[in-house]
């Protein structure tokens, strides 16, 4: 394959990776809002930051994240004085681009130009890394880190010296500061370390595993210097328990039912499994094959039919673990030693760890890169195998090429077995709308008590209401001694504390009226499981509706029947 001669156009080639990824992420504009829990709490706190030093973060912050991604949606949105929610959707839309660019070139430093621009282009198609990065959560900007951080950790494995090291702890501690689980990074390193002692063990003895280990040491030691001043806010702010609390609430999140979880992660991969799925993996085999020699005609069928019955059976999701699985073979025998021990590690990290915490779809974003990797070299070990050799007489290379794209396009429109309903470009915009209808039925002066919508509470702010969020229980309301407004959502009727709590407020609510906020995929699996989402989408009813009541002072009588008293 010519991979040497194309050196000087990687740059262009992880460019145009990257705009594929960017229209992917930008389609449907109008489509973009906020609705997940986790949106509104990052929203909140950008805000904050944005009316620094004036204002706060949202209550319970540091459960949520570190402040890399909230602190850089504020600045960003103070700077171009745009709102916070807007920044976070173009910013993440950029960010999934960017990774997929990314993602793209350290495969083509990895294992060639072929396997590079494979591994990209299934990013840039992947149905969950495009949902996500049409979101305002942390998860893309940590993908991002994620990847970066361990390609550094690639070069620091691979040759000794400091520079990466200093690159590698820097790239470590802003993921960290991203998400809590950044020092996974150093987890997966350790793993790649093993890895290259036991192919190395009899050729150059321990001296360079302690070399390694030192090093890698390091890349954690500065990672960790980077994220001890949010440690350090974090004990001053999480009030009389200290950590404890913290942990306590994370513990909560990790549960014993392995197997259930694992399973539910692939119910969401098979629900967002469609057209898009089948997309990138057509793109990667006929990006594959037109980068390749002149086929063996033989070979290149079978190969071909092979990816069209896998796509058949299994959608585009049973086409992706193929040739992942053909590269995880691959790379038992890859001589990129330090690169094949980080994907390993990487994969099996994220297969052992995901299903341990409570099932959320956007846990398995930063685990994409990798299996879009391991695949890209699995696409490039089979077309290898389908080359054909000088001696030998095939069909001519155009005509093997239309024959190529004839399939993939078979690939993209055959039926499957596999029929997701899933649509990363879901209208999310439901909270918003939902708010706006809100704001005509309520009035400035009167205050509003949100439980558990954080995203509504956002936009209801934008709309000039005054808004409390009830994030640790309904007590404030036991002291309201004036007329008031209170917005319940799904949340505040699925979590027993809170619904119990809202029973008890019975006698004081007046229900005026419900408001549909329609989710988008992302809320979706997260609040149902893949078989509930499937019927929601099939069939949606009241269960995200936002229900307005009036809170009437203790004691005072309840409002006639029909009437809103507003």
Same mark, same amino acid.
């Given at each position: 394959?010519?991979?040497?001669?194309?050196?000087?156009?990687?740059?262009?080639?992880?460019?145009?990776?990257?705009?594929?990824?960017?229209?992917?992420?930008?389609?449907?504009?109008?489509?973009?809002?906020?609705?997940?829990?986790?949106?509104?709490?990052?929203?909140?706190?950008?805000?904050?930051?944005?009316?620094?030093?004036?204002?706060?973060?949202?209550?319970?912050?540091?459960?949520?994240?570190?402040?890399?991604?909230?602190?850089?949606?504020?600045?960003?949105?103070?700077?171009?004085?745009?709102?916070?929610?807007?920044?976070?959707?173009?910013?993440?839309?950029?960010?999934?681009?960017?990774?997929?660019?990314?993602?793209?070139?350290?495969?083509?430093?990895?294992?060639?130009?072929?396997?590079?621009?494979?591994?990209?282009?299934?990013?840039?198609?992947?149905?969950?890394?495009?949902?996500?990065?049409?979101?305002?959560?942390?998860?893309?900007?940590?993908?991002?880190?994620?990847?970066?951080?361990?390609?550094?950790?690639?070069?620091?494995?691979?040759?000794?010296?400091?520079?990466?090291?200093?690159?590698?702890?820097?790239?470590?501690?802003?993921?960290?500061?991203?998400?809590?689980?950044?020092?996974?990074?150093?987890?997966?390193?350790?793993?790649?370390?093993?890895?290259?002692?036991?192919?190395?063990?009899?050729?150059?003895?321990?001296?360079?595993?302690?070399?390694?280990?030192?090093?890698?040491?390091?890349?954690?030691?500065?990672?960790?210097?980077?994220?001890?001043?949010?440690?350090?806010?974090?004990?001053?702010?999480?009030?009389?328990?200290?950590?404890?609390?913290?942990?306590?609430?994370?513990?909560?999140?990790?549960?014993?039912?392995?197997?259930?979880?694992?399973?539910?992660?692939?119910?969401?991969?098979?629900?967002?499994?469609?057209?898009?799925?089948?997309?990138?993996?057509?793109?990667?085999?006929?990006?594959?094959?037109?980068?390749?020699?002149?086929?063996?005609?033989?070979?290149?069928?079978?190969?071909?039919?092979?990816?069209?019955?896998?796509?058949?059976?299994?959608?585009?999701?049973?086409?992706?673990?193929?040739?992942?699985?053909?590269? *995880? &073979?691959?790379?038992?025998? $890859? #001589?990129? @030693?330090? !690169?094949? /021990?980080?994907? =390993? %590690?990487?994969?099996? +990290?994220?297969?052992?760890?995901?299903?341990?915490?409570?099932?959320?779809?956007?846990?398995?974003?930063?685990?994409?890169?990798?299996?879009?990797?391991?695949?890209?070299?699995?696409?490039?070990?089979?077309?290898?195998?389908?080359?054909?050799?000088?001696?030998?007489?095939?069909?001519?290379?155009?005509?093997?090429?239309?024959?190529?794209?004839?399939?993939?396009?078979?690939?993209?429109?055959?039926?499957? *077995? &596999?029929?997701?309903?899933? $649509? #990363?470009? @879901?209208? !999310?915009? /439901?909270?918003? =709308? %939902?708010?706006?209808? +809100?704001?005509?039925?309520?009035?400035?002066?009167?205050?509003?008590?949100?439980?558990?919508?954080?995203?509504?509470?956002?936009?209801?702010?934008?709309?000039?209401?005054?808004?409390?969020?009830?994030?640790?229980?309904?007590?404030?309301?036991?002291?309201?001694?004036?007329?008031?407004?209170?917005?319940?959502?799904?949340?505040?009727?699925?979590?027993?504390?809170?619904?119990?709590?809202?029973?008890?407020?019975?006698?004081?609510?007046?229900?005026?009226?419900?408001?549909? !906020?329609?989710?988008?995929? =992302?809320?979706?699996?997260?609040?149902?499981?893949?078989?509930?989402?499937?019927?929601?989408?099939?069939?949606?009813?009241?269960?995200?509706?936002?229900?307005?009541?009036?809170?009437?002072?203790?004691?005072?009588?309840?409002?006639?029947?029909?009437?809103?008293?507003?």
């Amino acid at each position: 394959m010519p991979r040497d001669g194309m050196a000087g156009s990687r740059m262009l080639i992880c460019l145009a990776i990257g705009v594929v990824a960017l229209v992917l992420r930008a389609w449907h504009p109008d489509h973009l809002g906020i609705g997940h829990y986790d949106e509104g709490v990052y929203a909140f706190s950008a805000q904050g930051v944005v009316t620094w030093p004036e204002g706060d973060l949202f209550p319970g912050q540091i459960r949520f994240s570190p402040p890399a991604w909230f602190a850089s949606v504020g600045v960003a949105a103070r700077a171009l004085d745009i709102a916070p929610d807007q920044v976070a959707l173009g910013l993440n839309i950029v960010i999934g681009a960017v990774t997929a660019a990314v993602v793209a070139a350290a495969g083509m430093a990895w294992f060639g130009v072929t396997a590079g621009v494979a591994a990209g282009l299934l990013v840039a198609a992947n149905p969950l890394s495009v949902m996500l990065s049409r979101s305002g959560l942390t998860d893309p900007l940590f993908t991002l880190f994620f990847v970066l951080a361990l390609a550094a950790v690639v070069h620091v494995l691979h040759q000794p010296g400091w520079r990466w090291v200093l690159v590698a702890g820097l790239l470590t501690g802003a993921a960290w500061n991203t998400k809590y689980h950044g020092w996974f990074v150093g987890l997966i390193g350790l793993g790649a370390i093993c890895w290259i002692w036991w192919h190395e063990r009899r050729e150059r003895g321990s001296q360079r595993l302690v070399s390694r280990v030192l090093r890698l040491l390091a890349v954690g030691a500065i990672g960790f210097a980077t994220y001890l001043p949010w440690a350090a806010y974090m004990r001053s702010a999480s009030g009389s328990r200290g950590f404890a609390g913290i942990v306590d609430y994370y513990l909560a999140l990790i549960g014993k039912g392995w197997v259930d979880n694992a399973v539910r992660h692939a119910e969401m991969q098979l629900y967002l499994d469609g057209t898009l799925a089948r997309a990138g993996i057509a793109l990667a085999v006929g990006a594959a094959l037109a980068l390749a020699a002149p086929l063996r005609v033989n070979r290149l069928m079978v190969l071909l039919v092979g990816c069209l019955l896998a796509i058949g059976i299994g959608g585009g999701l049973g086409a992706l673990l193929l040739f992942t699985g053909v590269g *995880l &073979v691959a790379l038992l025998t $890859d #001589p990129s @030693r330090a !690169a094949a /021990g980080v994907l =390993l %590690a990487w994969v099996g +990290l994220w297969v052992v760890a995901a299903p341990l915490y409570h099932p959320y779809a956007r846990l398995l974003l930063p685990m994409i890169p990798a299996m879009a990797l391991v695949a890209g070299r699995g696409v490039v070990a089979l077309v290898q195998w389908a080359e054909m050799p000088e001696a030998a007489r095939g069909m001519p290379r155009p005509a093997a090429l239309a024959m190529s794209g004839a399939i993939l396009l078979a690939m993209m429109v055959t039926p499957s *077995l &596999v029929r997701g309903v899933g $649509d #990363p470009w @879901r209208d !999310a915009t /439901g909270s918003e =709308l %939902a708010a706006a209808r +809100l704001a005509t039925v309520t009035t400035p002066d009167t205050p509003i008590y949100m439980i558990g919508e954080p995203s509504l509470s956002y936009y209801l702010r934008r709309h000039g209401r005054e808004v409390t969020d009830l994030v640790d229980g309904l007590s404030l309301l036991d002291t309201v001694s004036a007329p008031a407004f209170v917005v319940a959502g799904v949340y505040a009727r699925r979590a027993p504390p809170l619904r119990t709590e809202l029973g008890a407020l019975a006698e004081r609510l007046d229900s005026l009226d419900a408001y549909p !906020a329609a989710p988008n995929d =992302l809320r979706l699996l997260d609040d149902m499981s893949p078989v509930r989402a499937r019927r929601f989408v099939a069939a949606p009813d009241t269960t995200f509706d936002m229900v307005l009541y009036r809170l009437r002072p203790s004691g005072a009588p309840a409002a006639a029947p029909g009437g809103s008293d507003q």
